[in-house]
């Protein structure tokens, strides 16, 4: 079993930057694919960036150009750094883990989940 635990959620003003951090545990987060979701008050749960275990990252066009996913394996750690911050940004951001490794890129292919972390843009 892994637990997935989201830090550095919070409010911040449009045009503005976040890290959210995601820590796990077990020993075999390195082979873990792993990614970030994000859900806003009536909408569907969204993929927002993934990294696979050998580093490889993708993106939803949306965030393209100001969001970077990252990870330390030897902290069990994987990041999202938010930079130009949106309005629409705003969400409740989860972490997602997938033992298989490669990408998540829909929610069933998660194995694991955070319990979310909110973000908040103001404008």
């Known amino acids: 079993q892994v637990q997935l635990v989201e830090s550095g959620g919070g409010l911040v003003q449009a045009g503005g930057s976040l890290r959210l951090s995601c820590a796990a545990s077990?020993?075999?987060?390195?082979?873990?694919?792993m990614g970030w979701f994000r859900q806003a008050p009536g909408k569907e749960r969204e993929l927002v960036a993934a990294?696979?275990?050998?580093?490889?990252?993708i993106y939803v066009d949306s965030v393209k150009g100001r969001f970077t996913i990252s990870r330390d394996n030897a902290k069990n750690t994987v990041f999202l750094q938010m930079n130009s911050l949106k309005p629409e940004d705003t969400a409740v951001y989860y972490c997602?883990?997938?033992?298989?490794?490669?990408?998540?890129?829909?929610?069933?292919?998660?194995?694991?989940w955070g319990q979310g972390t909110q973000v908040t843009v103001s404008s």
């Open positions: 997602a883990a997938r033992s298989r490794g490669g990408f998540i890129t829909f929610r069933h292919e998660a194995d694991y």
């Open positions: 077990g020993r075999t987060f390195m082979t873990y694919g």
């Open positions: 990294i696979t275990s050998g580093g490889v990252t």
